[in-house]
C-alpha cells in the first residue's frame, strides 16, 4: 500500500523475550520516527532517523531498546528482555523532507503486550 | 521543559452541537503546532497544522484552530460535530529548530446522535 506499514500488529511476550517490531515507511521518505504510546496516553517520541542515520535516540527509555535503520528504508526497533511496562503501542511514522518538515504520515502501530 | 498538555480528556457532545478543545503548550522560541484525529481502529492522521502567518487555520472536515500566541494556546474548533467525528484528537507541537512533535495526552470525543 501507500502508507507506512507496520508489523506485527499484535506481539504478545513473556517478561524476559526479545522482540523485534518492523516499520516499512512510505517509499521516498528520508524521515522515521518512533513513538511509543501507553494506554490512555499520547505518544512518547523514542528516535529519529534521517536516512540511516539514527539522529536522535534519546527517548529510548533504556539500553534495552534499540533501533536501526539500515539501508534507509525500512526500520526494526527492537526490545530485549521484556517487561511489562514495556506493554504499549508502539507508532511508526515518516515524512518526506528532514528536519522542519511538514506533515508525519503515521503507520496503525504494533500493540505490544508483555505478561 | 517543552510539553503539551490538553485540558478535557473525555468530552461527550451531541450531534450538531459546537465543539472546542483546548490546547497549551510550554515551549521557548519559534513553534510548529499540530492536531490530529485518530478514528476508532485507525492510525493518527493530521487534521492541520501551523507553522506561521494566519494564526486561523483551517483544516479537514470543518475543524479549524486559532494560535493565539500571548496565550501559548492552539484550541481546536468545529462549530457543529457529527456522529462521524468520535474519535480521539492529540494536539502536538515542535520547536521550530527541532523535529520531534510533541504530544498531549488526547482527548476523547464521543459524539451522540
Known amino acids: 500500500g501507500a502508507g507506512v506499514s507496520q508489523s506485527p500488529r499484535y506481539k504478545v511476550a513473556k517478561r524476559g523475550q526479545d522482540v523485534a517490531l518492523r516499520c516499512d515507511p512510505i517509499?521516498?521518505?528520508?524521515?522515521l520516527f518512533w513513538y511509543q504510546q501507553a494506554l490512555g496516553q499520547g505518544p512518547e517520541f523514542l528516535t529519529y532517523?534521517?536516512?540511516?542515520?539514527?539522529?536522535?535516540k534519546s527517548g529510548l527509555p533504556s539500553d534495552r531498546f534499540f533501533a536501526e535503520r539500515p539501508e534507509g528504508s525500512v526500520s526494526t526497533l527492537k526490545i530485549q528482555r521484556t517487561q511489562q511496562e514495556d506493554s504499549a503501542v508502539y507508532l511508526c511514522?515518516?515524512?518526506?523532507?528532514?528536519?522542519?518538515?511538514?506533515?508525519?504520515?503515521f503507520g496503525e502501530g504494533s500493540r505490544l503486550t508483555v505478561l | 521543559a517543552q510539553s503539551v498538555s490538553q485540558h478535557n480528556h473525555h468530552v461527550i457532545l451531541s450531534e450538531a452541537a459546537s465543539l472546542e478543545l483546548g490546547c497549551n503548550y510550554s515551549?521557548?522560541?519559534?513553534?510548529?503546532l499540530f492536531w490530529y484525529v485518530q478514528y476508532p481502529g485507525q492510525h493518527l492522521q493530521l487534521l492541520l497544522k501551523y507553522f506561521s502567518g494566519d494564526p486561523l487555520v483551517k483544516g479537514i472536515k470543518g475543524f479549524e484552530a486559532e494560535f493565539i500566541k500571548s496565550k501559548f494556546s492552539f484550541n481546536l474548533r468545529k462549530p457543529s460535530v457529527q456522529w462521524s467525528d468520535t474519535a480521539e484528537y492529540f494536539c502536538?507541537?515542535?520547536?521550530?529548530?527541532?523535529?520531534?512533535?510533541?504530544f498531549g495526552k488526547g482527548t476523547s470525543l464521543l459524539v451522540t446522535p
Open positions: 517509499s521516498g521518505h528520508v524521515s
Open positions: 532517523f534521517q536516512n540511516e542515520a539514527q539522529l536522535d
Open positions: 515551549y521557548g522560541g519559534t513553534v510548529n
Open positions: 511514522a515518516s515524512s518526506l523532507a528532514g528536519v522542519n518538515t511538514g506533515e508525519l504520515f
Open positions: 502536538a507541537a515542535r520547536a521550530n529548530s527541532g523535529y520531534a512533535l510533541n
